[in-house]
């Protein structure tokens, strides 16, 4: 960007910030960034999301936004989840850069200046996050996770990372075509692999929230794997067809073997138990394939009511203009 001197004057990054009941963290989160706001050559405004908080977390933005005017904030009618806020954020953000940034500091503010670089100067378009340990997070959840990443990457095209974050620093080409997907059922992780281009990555260790607790449980983080997986997978479609077949064929050989043994042998009344396990099995294998089969209908379901991914309730942007 050129001003009107001739001088380079300084390009915005827009750090966007999704936060849902994170009234402990706010204020932390604002002190450390603005530490480090030095060391990176641009302008910096936020863009917090609340996602439909029900503590203090909108009161904290409105006071934060009249003590300092780089502070914006969008808050939602409810909760719509973390991937309606990051949809969100960078339609309304008006840097020529995005981060996407968790609100308890998990996401390390040091590594910002470096990417920043690497985006900025290193031609680069996104400049992307993974946590190389899961220290301090439950072994299940931590088993579960790496279970969903090694299944993925075998039964999908768009490449996933292990322990990838969204914590991610993209230039606007790169923002652009991530709000051209305007998709309902979101899937941050895959979407950042599906629109290409150069991505530098940065490895850090886990780091452990600031203050509050985590908003992801175990079920809830279970559904959103399913939302994954059907996003961006049809595989489980084609081992269903699979499962169908082998049993047909497997029925097929079992018709014939009882045909030809009445045939030779006669019928003795036997086998009772072997018939009601072989019901039970093939019953099995068709609820489990409707199922799978009810998971993608379902999504499609949802996608074609075209409701709008979040109802905004405030909107408040730079110079008081409120959309
Ligand atoms: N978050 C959100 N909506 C939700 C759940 C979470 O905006 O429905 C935000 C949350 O405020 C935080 C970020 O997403 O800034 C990551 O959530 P959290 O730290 O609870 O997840 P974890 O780090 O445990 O995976
Ligand atoms: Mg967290």
Redesign the pocket.
């Known amino acids: 960007m050129l001003a009107l001197g001739g001088k380079k004057s300084l390009e915005l990054l827009s750090i966007v910030?999704?936060?849902?009941?994170?009234e402990a963290?706010i204020p932390i989160f604002f002190k450390t960034v603005e530490r480090i706001r030095g060391q990176i050559q641009a302008d910096i405004e936020y863009c917090f999301?609340d996602?439909g908080s029900k503590d203090g977390t909108l009161a904290i933005l409105r006071a934060l936004r009249q003590k300092s005017d780089v502070v914006h904030y969008i808050s939602f009618s409810r909760?719509?989840?973390?991937e309606?806020?990051l949809y969100a954020g960078p339609r309304h953000a008006r840097g020529d850069y995005v981060v996407f940034m968790?609100?308890?500091l998990?996401d390390p503010p040091s590594l910002l200046p470096d990417m920043y670089k690497a985006v900025s100067e290193e031609g680069y378009d996104s400049a992307a996050t993974r946590r190389v340990t899961r220290a301090g997070e439950p072994p299940i959840r931590s088993f579960f996770a790496r279970l969903f990443y090694r299944l993925m990457n075998r039964i999908s095209r768009t490449e996933l990372v292990d322990g990838a974050r969204?914590y991610r620093l993209m230039n606007r080409k790169f923002v652009n075509a991530l709000l051209e997907l305007a998709e309902y059922n979101r899937f941050s992780k895959g979407l950042f692999g599906w629109v290409g281009f150069r991505t530098k990555w940065f490895a850090f260790e886990n780091v452990e929230?600031v203050a509050?607790?985590?908003?992801?449980s175990f079920w809830?983080?279970l559904l959103y794997a399913v939302d994954g997986i059907v996003a961006f997978s049809t595989v489980p479609l084609i081992v269903s067809t699979m499962f169908g077949i082998l049993s047909c064929l497997a029925s097929f050989v079992g018709i014939l073997f009882v045909v030809i043994r009445k045939l030779i042998i006669g019928d003795p009344i036997q086998g009772w138990a072997s018939t009601i396990c072989i019901i039970l099995l093939m019953g099995g294998i068709q609820l489990l394939c409707t199922g799978i089969l009810g998971q993608y209908l379902a999504k499609t379901y949802l996608e074609t009511k075209k409701r709008p991914v979040y109802i905004i309730d405030e909107l408040k942007l730079r110079g008081g203009v409120d959309h």
């Open positions: 910030v999704p936060c849902f009941n994170e963290t999301v996602d909760n719509f989840g973390k309606a806020a968790d609100a308890d998990q969204d929230r509050g607790e985590t908003k992801w809830k983080l």
